[in-house]
């Protein structure tokens, strides 16, 4: 799998977490009569700015033009098609509420209507009790299928669990998923996807933040895992390995040399991967010692200048 899908699929998560919380806060708005035609507009519209636009575009870019998607991915793509689909009739009932109800309130008790006119205004009133019937059995229909569409995302969750920067994206977005799901909810689903559940996620975690040079963040989370777990070999060296790295672009260069060389001297078992980490190590020993006796002697210079 390449980079650029990877970073789709998180997309595709993220704005179905965008979705459920963009449609809470209309939902929220209702509840104090204070959902407008606007509000509803970053929810769903049909010119591309709105969060369930972008979510069906994602699913038929990612599922409808590639014949390797999975069933589950499949079936959500016709998931939010049809939340679409309903959701463009509630906005089409906001609508008529919203720039037609006023006028008709201000001319149902005109004394000039005509006799003609107020058959009209009748069709109106009919219309008008409609859309406001429709708008409230539309909101419940959508939460129940959003309810069910996040359900779903557990699936996709489950399908991209070796897309690398998943791992972090959860991490990073962990409270949202306790909103969504609630702790045991979350906790259970972590559970499902790693072994070991939040241990291997935060070990996930750091090794996409480390495979992306982050070696700050990368290395603060190695650390937790060696909290969480201290018999982790693997979290434990590249809590030194990130260590040295982030000392050495900080120039704090005798740490630097300090964690390498604890990070050679650690037990390894002899993978490929763990070699070129050894290798890193040792260049950036290499390029300590450069620069520590660049260091060196430009000190003797500035001292010798001054005899």
């Known amino acids: 799998m390449n980079l650029n899908t990877e970073k789709k699929q998180i997309d595709l998560v993220n704005e179905s977490i965008s979705v459920f919380k963009t449609f ?46 999975a069933y589950k991915e499949k079936f959500y793509d016709i ?42 205004i009748h069709e109106f009133d009919i219309l008008i009790n409609k859309a406001e019937k429709r708008l409230a059995e539309g909101l419940k229909e959508v939460r129940v299928l959003l309810k069910e569409l996040l359900s779903h ?19 990073e977005n962990e409270r949202s998923f306790i909103n969504i799901y609630g702790k045991k909810g979350y906790r259970d689903l972590i559970e499902e996807v790693y072994e070991q559940g939040r241990t291997t996620l935060i070990l996930k975690a750091a090794v996409s933040y480390l495979e992306s040079e982050y070696y700050q963040t990368a290395r603060g989370l190695f ?3 060696t909290k969480l777990d201290r018999a982790n070999g693997q979290a434990r060296f590249f809590y030194l390995y990130t260590s040295a790295f982030n000392c050495y672009f ?21 993978c490929q991967r763990e070699e070129t980490y050894t290798a890193s190590l040792r260049n950036l020993l290499a390029d300590v010692a450069k620069e520590a006796g660049g260091a060196r002697r430009g000190k003797e210079e500035k001292g010798r200048a001054y005899l």
Request: contains cysteine; proline residues 3%; charged residues 30%.
């Open 24 to 69: 809470n806060y209309c939902m929220d708005l209702r509840s104090r009569g204070q959902l407008t035609f606007l509000d509803m507009e970053e929810f769903v519209d049909d010119r591309g700015k709105s969060c369930l636009y972008r979510l069906k575009q994602m699913c038929h870019g990612l599922f409808r033009t590639t014949c390797e998607a």
């Open 79 to 120: 998931t939010v098609g049809y939340i679409f689909h309903e959701a463009m009739k509630l906005r089409e009932c906001i609508y008529q509420l919203e720039y037609y109800k006023p006028e008709y309130t201000a001319l149902v008790n005109s004394a000039e209507l005509t006799p003609a006119e107020k058959k009209v």
């Open 153 to 171: 995302v557990k699936d996709l969750i489950k399908i991209y669990k070796d897309n690398y920067l998943l791992p972090r994206f959860i991490l």
């Open 223 to 225: 650390h937790k895992v």
């Open 250 to 270: 900080k120039n704090r260069l005798t740490m630097a040399r300090i964690f390498a060389e604890e990070a050679l001297a650690f037990p390894q078992d002899g």
